[in-house]
């Protein structure tokens, strides 16, 4: 059910977007992280894709499993219902909540204790699913509230803050997400904006299982020297495959590139994706180069990030599971219950 | 020798090799007796396999009605050389051995006290059939063909049932009917006289149906509005999801769209199963999941935090034996304690304890709006013997005024009137708080779901006081859903008496023929048929008033008395475990040799009537 906004008082310097709100309308709570963590520059990236997405933020909901990652959603779209879930579950959650009411824009943020260790088996089938959503896991290669042990996408080698070297070979969670048919991939880095925010607006647009890698530094236990996942490691050995813009609308573009360097991404909602490529050889939509491709960097020891893959045919679950337009929680009695003459006929049969 | 002689009231038990194509052949034997008004109680015994291991169909034939498992058997069909030893042993004194006698035994394999009756099937299917398929499914028929001479089921009631099960399929049908008529005129020529069971045509079925607990509980989902099922296979509860499945192609789907109005998700594991389920009751969806004992220890953690954080979810659980494979396929009421404190912290769940595929029907419907009122999780606890054995019971009713119960549910129009929400604010004094669904309102009625650490306006909140608040709320609620569930069943008898039994679930059928016949020797005993947990006042009224109690059950641990001892604080003392549990149903005898036993310590004395009735 959608329910019309009355008109707000703004503040009259705060630009509103075309569905007449302000970027303030998209925050949340005041962040208990701490200071510098990556984790609320996310945040801030979320409320400022919602926002140019013109999305109203009640028809987002946010969903989340347990960690510091897993405690951001309270700390952006103050208006949009949240569930805090239970450690490495939220696809499964996502996924019931996207059946029940397939009109809101589901957004599941993990980190990578959450959805590498204990929750894998949940992201594997979240994304083979095609679940209609968009799926950020907050990479800090540790697991930030139960202070600082390693998490499975340690990079092997690196150091932890007491000097304990990994030996465990790394899950990468963007190749992963690949091979389990997730039909919108890309990895950002949360020092980045202008590269997350796009993307994460790219990845709400997209009607199938969008999932975002983002290495998101833990100033607290990942953030030293020895560190794979430090701001400044990301920093020196992040190589962007390209840079995403994004626009709602077909007539938004205003902006001119050189020919050969750019391509356009149609999509089914008339939004319009342009990527300007960085590397010239680059096709998002190979996704069998676009898995080799992310391994060579791994191999040598730096981080590939922009859009990596995208399927522009993508269904969803819906789709799969043929379910009715009408979202299901709407149905009632009338829609749903066959009614006493059907319950006589089947009672007739088992005589 | 002597003889059983029996009409409309013996024991048939068929010995056949899993996947031999028997199971349809001993189902059309079940139901030409209810064709004929007389009620029958089939019940499955099988292996945890597809193909190649022994199963049985053991057959009640009972005028009276008694659908519990009677115990003994009174005619062995013995077509599984493997299981050939155990089963003759079987048969009571004076009973019969039915079977195929194309290859000549030695006598050493029969017994000197029954009768046996020999019939040379595999000659009659080879001479009949070429094709080997044929010559196997067709023997089954032939053997029902030759029980029905035998026993003088009247053979128009079978064809009858061939003809329905082959509508459509005439190429089918005849070759069936003629199997069927061959094997009957060869008892009739060749058999005659030889089996005392006899069959007569009585009026004792109505309008009753035959059906399973697992296809009821699903018929009910579907009629209680559950538009969203995850699950995860696993015996004896996959042919609910299954039948679930099957009713909404059926019933569901939207005839001008051709879409469906039903989203079922094959999970991964019971986690992912019980967390789609709490996911699409949190988005307002009525949703169910369907597993046995090892998924409930899966769902642990997703269950307390359903409790905490107060989301109707629907929980059915068809109870079995043990961990692992080989008990499972045996049936249980071993999970009580399991669902009943399910989880980590303090946690109490609703339970409901259908007895019959009739009630699994009527309380799937009702768990779907408990969980809704009371926004918690909410288990229908069957079991494999209701579960997929068919049973004979009332058939099903739906009154077409029935709403959904969505429970508590603020609207957009309420909040914008500036109705106060408080997600875990009671309101109204019932525990109960206000829910409201995502995507409601812009700027009204939005919060955090998160299971403890939070107020009574879902702030977060690390405060003790907090807490201690919102667990006595729970508990509130816990006791307002005493008069929500269904009600327990009480009978009394014909005299005041201070000894009372408690009993649930499937064990309703032997306790309702037990206590006939404990009437029947002036024993005065009252009885209590618990349908739901918590108890309610009339379960505490009920334990009160009786010095003694026995609780009867299917487990090890007495696990409903404990709840019993723990949840109305009674005297342990007086509450007298009677425990059946190797996996075979309860019957009546057992529960009558166990009583007789105890009241016999108790020294209590039958009193004797004054006239008979
Ligand atoms: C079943 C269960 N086991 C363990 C925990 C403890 N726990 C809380 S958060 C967490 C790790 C979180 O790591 P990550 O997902 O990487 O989040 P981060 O804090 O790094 O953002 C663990 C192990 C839990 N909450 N539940
Ligand atoms: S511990 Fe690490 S992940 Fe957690 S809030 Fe602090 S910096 Fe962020
Ligand atoms: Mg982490």
Redesign the interface.
Known sequence: ?????KPRLHHPTLPVNKVGYTRRDYEG?VSTLCAGCGHDSISAAIIQACWELNI????V?K?SGIGCSSKT??YFL?????????HG?M???????????R??VYLGVSGDGDSASIGI??F??VMR?GVNMTYIVENNGVYGLTKGQFSATADQGSKSKRGVVNSDSPIDMASLALLLGATFVARSFSGDKQQLVPLIMAAIAHPGASFIDVISPCVAFNNHPGSTKSYDYVRDHNDAVNRLDFWPSRDAITVDYAQGDVIDVPQHDGSIMRLRKTHPEYDPTDRLKAMDMIGQHQAKGEVLTGLLYLNPDAED??AH?????VS??Q???R??????D??EK??AS?? | MKKIEAVNDFVVKFANVNGSGSASANELFAKSF?RMGIPVSPRNIFPSNIQGLPTWYEVRVTEKGYLGRRGGVDLMVAMNPQTWTADVKEIEPGGYLFYDNTKPMPQSRFREDIHVIGIPLTEICNSTYTDARERQLFKNIIYVGALAALMDIEPEAITELIGEQYKGKEKLLKPNVNAFQMGYNYAQEKLDGQLGLKVRRADNVG?????DGNSAAA?GC??G?A??C?WYPITPSSSLAESFQKYCQR??V?KE?????????Q???E???????????????R?FTATSGPGISLMQ??IG?AYF?EIPVTIIDVQRGGPSTGMPTRTQQSDVLLCAYASHGDTKHVLLFPEDPNECFEFAATSLDLANRLQTPVFLMTDLDIGMNTRLCE??????S???DRGKVMT?EEL?AGKDFGRYLDVDGDGIPYR????????KG??????TTKDRYAR?SEQGTDYVDNMRRLLRKFESAKEMVPQPVVRRAKQKTKIGAVYYGSTSPSMTEAMDVLDEQGVMLDTIRIRAFPFSEAIVEFVSEHDQVFVIEQNRDAQLRSLLVNELNVDPAKMMPVLHYDGTPITARFILAEISERMRLLNVQPIKKGKAA
């Open positions: 059910m959608t329910y019309l906004a709570k109203e933020p009640h028809r909901a969903l959603p309270d103050g208006n949009s219902h949240g569930f805090n879930s239970v579950r696809p499964s959650v996502a996924t019931g909540a996207n059946l029940a009411n009109d809101l088996g949940q594997a089938h699913r679950l819906h599971l043929n379910t009715v337009n299901l929680n149905l009632t009695a829609e749903l219950c066959p009614g006493s059907v319950l089947i009672n088992l005589r | 209810i309008n009753k149906i035959l059906v018929l579907v009629y509005g538009s969203v995850a019933l569901r939207d769209s051709g879409r469906n109005k039903f989203a079922i998700v999970a991964e594991d986690l992912a199963s019980i967390g789609m389920v709490t996911g699409a009751g949190w988005n307002g969806a949703a953690e997703f935090l954080a058939p099903f009713r739906w009154d077409d029935r709403e959904y957009a914008e409201t669904l995502p995507g409601t309102h812009p700027t939005s919060y955090f779901t998160r299971g977060y």
